[in-house]
Each structure stands twice: as C-alpha cells, then as structure tokens.
C-alpha cells in the first residue's frame, strides 16, 4: 500500500487543521492506520491510530497519545481509502511533521507499523 499525507501547513496557536492520507491499493479496510509525528531534535510518536474495519461501517476502536487527547481526532473512509486527523486546539508544541502510517498485522494499535508515507508539515504560531 502506498500512502501519501496532505493537509499541512501554517496555522496560529488555538487554531485547527485536517490532514488526509489517502491510500492506494487494496484492501485498504483490513489496515490498522496511524498517524505519527515528528518534532525537530524529538524521536517519532505515534499520536493516534484506528483499526482495521471487520464490518461495514468505517468506525473502531482508537487509540491517543496523552497530549493530543480531546483535541485530535482519528477518522477513517474506506470507500475513500482515506484515513484523517482532525485537529483542533493546536498548540506551537504540535509543530511536526506528520506522517501516516499502515499496518495489516494484528495487535495493540500502539505498536510499530509496517508502510509508511511521506510527511506534511504542521507549524503552530505562537
């Protein structure tokens, strides 16, 4: 599967933007998908993830990390083939370079994950 990130950019303190990551190939539904973020001089984390779908509808469970809890949100359209992160809230310390990320194994959604794309850019003014 390939992936490719849009949706970054500039934005003030309070503010709020929503990354795409729109996938190719098949079976983008049995994917876990996650969104990671990586600041300069910091080591990548992951700051949200959703499970693969079993079902039709597009919802599962998710997983945030402790400091984007409330403010961002994971979605997932798999007619679109395309996983989202809104955020809201934004803060300078969210300034990142976003990446998604996809993994068809199973287990804890907080874990390492297998394709990656390349990033978009989140820079919060303070």
């Known amino acids: 599967v390939q992936l490719q990130a849009s949706g970054g950019g500039l934005v003030q303190a309070g503010g709020s933007l929503r990354l795409s990551c729109a996938a190719s190939g098949r079976a983008f539904s049995w994917y876990d998908m996650g969104w990671f973020r990586q600041a300069p001089g910091k080591e990548r984390e992951l700051i949200a993830a959703i499970k693969k779908s079993d079902g039709p509808t597009d919802g599962g469970p998710t997983y945030y990390a402790d400091s984007v809890k409330g403010r961002f949100t994971i979605s997932r359209d798999n007619a679109k083939t395309t996983v989202y992160l809104q955020m809201n809230s934004l803060k300078p310390e969210d300034t990142a370079e976003y990446h998604c990320?996809?993994?068809?194994?199973?287990?804890?959604?907080?874990?390492?994950?297998?394709?990656w794309g390349l990033g978009t850019l989140v820079t919060v003014s303070s």
């Open positions: 990320a996809a993994d068809p194994n199973s287990g804890p959604l907080n874990r390492r994950y297998y394709y």
